[in-house]
């Protein structure tokens, strides 16, 4: 019984075995000089040529294309030296035989008439087993005489199109088939995935050319239960991501699909055009129409943030060294190498966490505007970044470790038993009511800073969240006494002070509320907002927070195990709330050079980040740092918490 043709709307031009693939008659290029396509390819961009030729850069370095099907842009380029690829193994064959041996194609093709009988000899033959040659005959044979030019496979991978019954197809282009032969000589021909394909051999200065499965997936619903490869939503959302890592590594991509509000969604960022084109194949042939769109994908802009530069100034490394979260002292360099290129005389670092960035700038001779919400981290940067000439001598830190009748037990009665022992405890208390006395606001600034440092250096792992010592690991600064912890940090923090020639500042409150009439760089490292984990700094730091407020101002929550207070309130608490405030923060900055730190793993989301920044900046870069987080937030999870991410660098200007 003769098997009546399927007909469908949908275009699937690059799977095998059980993959469907339509295609359709499309009309020869005439230009001169143009090679044919060798196959009637459904989408193939022959009719959009005029479209996407003007759009394709006049100089590139390589031509690539991974979906290659008909390759009707291939062979109108011709380029020389170039990479198509797909993953239909049949296909490529054809592609190889004629690159390799186009007379044996040609000769096994004369073999072949256009009759009923011969159509379903040559169809029940299986490639697989035939030579290379007389594969890629039997495959341009099928192509050319099959109904429709429909090409389709079952299960079995056996093809089971119809006969088409045309009086006269061109079963041999001898001329098409000796100019693609050439051409295909000079090509490097893969058989493989997209991702791979372009993950080894793309690179800064290509041209990509991609013309994928096209959306809506619900037009090829009805063939879901034959295959077992298929492009679906979430593979047009990863193309959507190699595309945009294309553009960062500065490749040059053009897009084709159909004009679907997910394509429009996926590639916002991007030039977006929309052109009408003629549907060949369709069960209605009211639909024989449709709207394509073609995405302009420019290659990223030659921002360089890898200039040689000198090291970082051996002021830098003399900053005492934490333990504290989000601590970007490990990415001085890249964050330098960034901010270098551009002339400014002020730094503002509106999240001063550690506060190395901050003493980073100031290395760099910059005036700094130190920053954060924590009363611990402005500690810092009055007593290392303010501060220019003063220290703390050793006598006088010697007197701090005196007893004192001023002393009210603060920390001895409320947190016994939790984080030190008595005798520590003791001796915190003494210490905290010297400061109080001390007058030079510096000097005061010096012996918090050592307080906290000691305080960290002294606990597992050096946060808050947990009490006891079961993290006690044996390392040297847990077996150091209180005593020389304190007397150590002041020594390092002594040594950190030194006079950039700058009126520097430190500040403690709210980013939100930082008003600057100066512009410059403005450097953010806010919180990372993560559904997976929290950003609250207060409730890992709480204890020696409270050290440099004097838990003033809080209210401890006693029913905790660990006597923690309240964090404080914060926007990037919410994705939501997130997003408000990079926005209000990048409008208030957009007169200055705008560098932000963010990971892979937080909200908003990098293309987010991009969307918000460049409402405010005509400018905005994205440079991608590999970066691996010192600790888990949980202890069954150090060393196994998946905290390899990549941390990026947004610049606006």
């Known amino acids: 019984m003769k098997e009546e043709p399927q007909v469908v709307n949908w275009k699937f031009n690059d799977k095998y075995l059980d993959i469907l693939m339509y295609a359709a008659i499309a009309p020869s290029p005439s230009q001169q000089g143009v090679t044919k396509p060798l196959l009637k390819w459904a989408g193939g961009k022959t009719q ?131 100019s693609a032969s050439a051409l295909l000589k000079t090509t490097t021909i893969i058989c493989g995935d997209y991702k791979s394909v372009l993950k080894e051999n793309a690179q800064r200065g290509d041209f990509i050319f991609l013309d994928p499965p096209y959306l809506p997936i619900s037009d090829y619903s009805d063939f879901k239960r034959y295959t077992k490869e298929q492009f679906y939503e979430e593979d047009h959302v990863e193309l959507a991501d190699e595309v945009k890592r294309l553009h960062e590594l500065g490749c040059h991509v053009i897009l084709t699909n159909s004009n679907h509000p997910m394509v429009h969604e996926q590639y916002q960022l991007f030039p977006i055009e929309v052109v009408q084109t003629k549907r060949y194949i369709s069960c209605n042939g009211k639909g024989r129409t449709g709207e394509d769109i073609i995405v302009t994908v420019p290659p990223k802009p030659s921002f360089n943030v890898h200039v040689l530069l000198p090291p970082l100034p051996q002021q830098v490394k003399l900053y005492p060294s934490t333990r504290y979260m989000g601590s970007k002292n490990k990415l001085l360099t890249e964050i330098w190498a960034v901010a270098s290129q551009f002339k400014f005389e002020t730094a503002i670092d509106l999240f001063s966490g550690s506060g190395v960035v901050g003493y980073m700038f100031k290395s760099q001779g910059k005036t700094v505007i130190s920053n954060d919400y924590m009363a611990m981290s402005s500690v810092f940067a009055k007593a290392m970044i303010e501060n220019n000439d003063v220290t703390l001598p050793q006598s006088e830190a010697l007197a701090l470790l005196e007893p004192t009748q001023w002393n009210d037990q603060f920390v001895q009665t409320q947190f016994q038993g939790l984080y030190y022992s008595d005798d520590d405890n003791c001796l915190i208390d003494i210490i905290r009511a010297n400061i109080k006395a001390v007058k030079n606001p510096y000097k005061r600034a010096i012996a918090m800073a050592a307080l906290i440092r000691a305080c960290l250096k002294k606990r597992p792992r050096g946060i808050f969240t947990y009490v006891g010592h079961r993290y006690d690991d044996g390392r040297k600064d847990l077996l150091m006494s209180f005593q020389d912890q304190f007397l150590d940090a002041v020594d390092s923090v002594n040594a950190a002070v030194f006079d950039n020639g700058r009126l520097n500042k430190a500040r403690n409150g709210d980013a939100m509320t930082l008003q600057s009439q100066e512009s410059g760089l403005v450097y953010i490292d806010p919180p990372y907002y993560s559904p997976l984990s929290d950003n609250e700094y207060v409730r890992r730091y709480h204890f020696v927070e409270g050290l440099a407020r004097d838990w003033q101002g809080v209210e401890i929550q006693n029913h905790t195990v660990t006597k923690k207070f309240k964090s404080y309130p914060t926007p990037f608490s919410s994705r939501n709330g997130a997003v408000e405030a990079f926005d209000l923060l990048f409008k208030r900055f957009r007169d200055s050079v705008v560098l932000v730190s963010y990971s892979s793993n937080s909200l908003p989301t990098a293309d987010e980040m991009v969307a918000i920044l460049a409402k405010h900046k005509p400018h905005v870069e994205v440079v991608p740092v590999n970066y691996k987080y010192s600790f888990g937030n949980q202890g069954h999870k150090v060393g196994n918490n998946k905290n390899d991410v990549q941390e990026y660098l947004f610049v606006g200007y």
């Open 48 to 178: 959009l040529l005029s479209e996407i030729v003007p759009k394709i850069p006049a100089h590139y370095s390589r031509y690539i294309e991974p979906f290659f099907g008909g390759g009707a842009v291939f062979f109108s380029l011709r380029p020389e030296d170039g990479i198509i690829a797909d993953n239909n193994p049949e296909l490529i064959n054809l592609y190889r035989s004629v690159a390799d041996d186009v007379d044996g194609v040609i000769a096994q093709l004369r073999l072949y008439e256009n009759t009923e009988e011969s159509f379903y000899a040559v169809r029940a033959l299986d490639w697989n087993k035939l030579s290379f040659s007389e594969a890629a005959a039997r495959t341009i044979f099928l192509n050319r005489t099959c109904y429709n030019g429909l090409y389709r496979v079952n299960k079995s991978g056996q093809f089971n199109v119809p006969y088409g019954r045309y009086k006269n197809p061109r079963i041999i282009d001898e001329s098409a088939l000796l």
